[in-house]
């Protein structure tokens, strides 16, 4: 029977149909009925139902290694908190949590901690993606209230995309504005980013500001629209105070410092004073900044200038990374806030300790993410629970989280998977249900809550994580107060606070739902809190319910380039994987497009430093190191390099680029700035590079360069090193061997094959140079049960499959030299090359990329 729930990547929040195949599978589609995605679906939601196998999941309690019961499991969790608050009080415990808990997970560790164990130190990986928004909309509108809806990306007549790869980050979104634009063509779209993405594409105007300079073009902005009138005149004066301040701070920027072309910015600034319905949709590269808060602030003064908030078409808008970001805010996950958008002021301490008839409120906020990490560090937490979070890979300065996890006492993590580099650092692992299994609701960017619903079994021993906190709560002697039964008890625990003594003086108010039966619960549909958009007549949520225009004074990012380490690293997400990839890394379609950790950098940069196209590269910074393929690419400034944040130390030698990555944070919100680390790029002395495929595992050598993707029905490796290629040849054929033993038969052009018994059951190709078609030539053999004679024979002579250029379509697995093929056969549209490959015609988060091959080959044939 097919189940409606919602995908667990990003903050679009689209709504999913899974349908079980009854084998511990499902077919995926998407839901045509679910308002955020209304039948529309990316390729990463898209490849969900290739994510589900049990292989790499943690189904069992362990303790050190070992498998221990639940109830072993539990008792020391439970000692060890008890233990460790008796000994050095609450504030030595933290807990760090995850956008990928459902709203009803956040919701009891929130509890625990900060009303039973009495401190506030629980901290999100939201942290990591919207912090400064969320401090942003504090500041000006004394609530976290994200004042529109998607559909006003699609009333709007100009749509101003500020740090966002919208085309690869939250491609539905992406397909809801170019459907819009193309029905609408005086729409128009100007994109701000120092980068040149794939959202770009359908950009009228792209400003490629200087990194970190978002708060001047914003300030002078403000300065040109008030200088000429562009003034909501009655709408500021009733409803806003601040605004002088905000313009003295304003008038003392120059655009200039943006280093853009002052035409282009007098476009934008023409466009955005004469276009009422206006949209400033934001994301990372606003917030992960040390001036991530002041970049919101000066964004929204501009809509609070001109009145375009809260109506049709108009507002600022922060899309939050996470699919469960907004959810975490919600019930108060971050360090510094209370349950249901409360706060850490006298009346909200006590009124959310009253509800949970807490023993033990906490008083003050806790510890942000970054600096919670730096206290385990200096031994000032000795007990931390880690829930569906990798922040071994995901925090700035990785390495120095890794070790604080190492030498901390206790150290406690819930998880799905096995196999995560937290994982690995952490004593006490406990199995967490995963996304299929899971029941609860979770919030998307438009305040949209929407229910996940469990279309699996539960594997193994693994539990609901409302359950396992539940438990250990009850193990501390608080078991009234968690003695919840389903998720839907907490539902309507959680909405009946959102109303408790609730006069309208908060925004977030579900308590209408708090009486909502099981049945209901069951059936629950999407619904958007707060009805529909806010702001448009004031109620601003400040005491005087009034907005705040805020003074925002420009500053450089925390850590200038030197002479040592010369470029900047911005770092993001590519089109086909999720955060550390402990699920999309098991999709055969989505490694595709982006088989390796690369570096992006600009071709002047990598000439001048003797980095070749697929050179392998080491990134040096003050923090720590990464070893990458180099891509060398106009898409990035001179000076700049752009690095994907998702390998792990599971999946690459050294690809982990979080622990070159700075951990300076904004003053403000905590947010890291993972956008902006000064570093250094050098070529390595790399003697050969190599490509192996093998059914079973492969224990490398010891290596200069290696990744690590699955692939279909074997393990995919790319290698490189420093050593003579005679004696690497060597040290990896025995490897191989080992765990895939059978005869050894050596090829022509460094083809070294085990075939046992007719099946390949591994292969290696090495040579002096990147050859980076060998695994698509490869890949072939190993889909062959037994190898034929003639198949035999063109397998060591290098295999014969051509070279597919990588990976274009991951629906339909078209790779880009088909595209290429098409378009030099006369398709010279997106249509046509649909038409001729199917590339592009189910999710179309492709279209993109097809796109800059067609404008390649019309520049082609006009030279
Ligand atoms: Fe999932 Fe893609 Fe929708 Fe995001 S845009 S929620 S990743 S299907």
Known sequence: MSVRTTCPYCGVGCGIVATPDGKGGAAIAADPDHPANQGRICSKGAALGETLSLEDRLLHPEIDGQRVSWEAALDTVAGGLRDTIARHGP????????????????????????????????????RLCMASSVA???????????PGLYEDFEQADLVVLVGSNLAWCHPVLFQRLEAARRARPRMKVVVIDPRRTETCDIADLHLALKPGSDVVLFNALLAVLHRQGTVAAEFVERHTTGLEAALA?????????????????????????????????????????????????????????????GRPGMGPFSITGQPNAMGGRE?????????AHMDFSLPDIDRVGRFWRAPRMATKPGLKAVELFEAVGRGEIKAVWIMATNPVASLPNADAVREALRNCEHTIVSEAIRATDTVDA????????????????????????SRQRSFLPAPGEAQPDWWILAQVARRLGFGDAFAWNSAADLFREHAALSGFENDGSRDFDIGAHAAIDDEGYRTLAPFTWGGGRFFAEGGFFHADRRARFVATVPRLPAHAPSVEHPLRLNTGRVRDQWHTMTRTGKSVRLAGHRPEPTVELNPRDAAARGIAPGAVVRIDSRWGHAVLRA?????????????????????????????????????????????????EIRAL???????????????????TYWTHVTAAGHHAYVVAGEQPLASARRALAAALRTTNPGPWLEGEAGIGAVIADGRLEAVMVTAESYDDSARDRLAPFM??????????????RGGEAGDRGGEMCACYGVSCNAVDAAIARGASSLDAVGAATRAGTNCGSCRPEIRVLLRAARLKRAA
């Open 249 to 309: 701070a304003a008038k003392a920027s120059d655009p200039a410092e943006c280093e853009l072309r002052p035409a282009d910015v007098a476009t934008f600034f023409d466009w955005f004073a004469r276009t009422e319905r206006t949209v400033t949709l934001y994301s990372q590269g606003v917030n992960q900044s040390s001036a991530g808060t002041d970049k919101v602030n000066a964004l929204i003064n501009c809509h609070l200038l001109t009145g375009r908030i």
């Open 426 to 449: 952490c004593r006490i692992r406990l199995p967490a249900l995963a996304w299929a299994e899971k029941d609860g609701t979770v919030t998307n960017s438009e305040r949209r809550i």
């Open 136 to 146: 942003g909309h504090k500041r000006a509108f004394g609530s976290d209230t994200v």
């Open 685 to 703: 002395a790399v003697q050969w590079h190599g490509t192996i495929l093998a059914r079973r595992p492969v224990m490398l050598p010891r290596l």
């Open 331 to 339: 019930v108060g996950a971050l360090a510094n806030t209370l349950a």
């Open 783 to 796: 889909a062959v049960g037994r190898l034929g004679v003639d198949q035999r024979t063109a397998l060591l």
């Open 631 to 679: 891509h060398p690419s106009d898409a990035v400034r001179a000076g700049e390099a752009f690095v994907p944040m998702h390998w792990t130390a599971k999946l690459s030698r050294a690809g982990r680029i979080n622990a070159a990555v700075n951990p300076a944070v904004d003053p403000i919100s905590g947010q890291p700035e993972l956008k902006h680390t000064p570093i």
């Open 91 to 126: 504030d030595a415990v933290a807990f760090y949590v995850s956008g990928q808990l459902l709203t009803e997970d956040y919701y009891a560790a929130n509890k625990l901690i900060k009303g039973f164990l009495g401190t506030a130190n629980i901290d999100t990986n939201s």
